[in-house]
């Protein structure tokens, strides 16, 4: 059964920076290309990320780049979404995803 599990949600400043996990289970994650999507209140679910097998990731072309970097551990068969020099724009769900999986989203409020 395949499980994708983020956390590493929260509250921050402003300026801050956070770092979001998804774990997962049930495939074999050494080959998976795995994405990071949000949604923010009232709009729709955006793509922020992606890194292949190799570890190489990319990221949006939006507001995002530059401040956000992904990475994986496939010895943990985890991966990360690093979050720095949060704005209020980036508050939203955030999602891990693989192929049509999807885990149940962390919250991310960035907020004075």
């Known amino acids: 059964q395949v499980q994708l599990v983020e956390s590493g949600g929260g509250l921050v400043q402003p300026g801050g920076s956070l770092r979001l996990s998804c774990a997962f289970s049930?495939?074999?994650?050494?080959?998976?290309?795995m994405n990071w999507h949000r949604q923010a209140p009232g709009k729709e679910r955006e793509w922020v990320a992606s890194i292949n097998s190799s570890g190489y990731g990319i990221t949006s072309t939006n507001s995002v780049k530059g401040r956000f970097t992904t990475s994986r551990d496939n010895a943990k068969n985890t991966v990360y979404l690093q979050m720095n020099s949060l704005k209020p724009e980036d508050t939203a769900v955030y999602y891990c995803?693989?192929?049509?999986?999807w885990g149940q989203g962390t919250q991310v409020t960035v907020s004075a």
């Open positions: 049930g495939f074999t994650f050494n080959s998976a290309v």
């Open positions: 995803n693989w192929r049509t999986y």
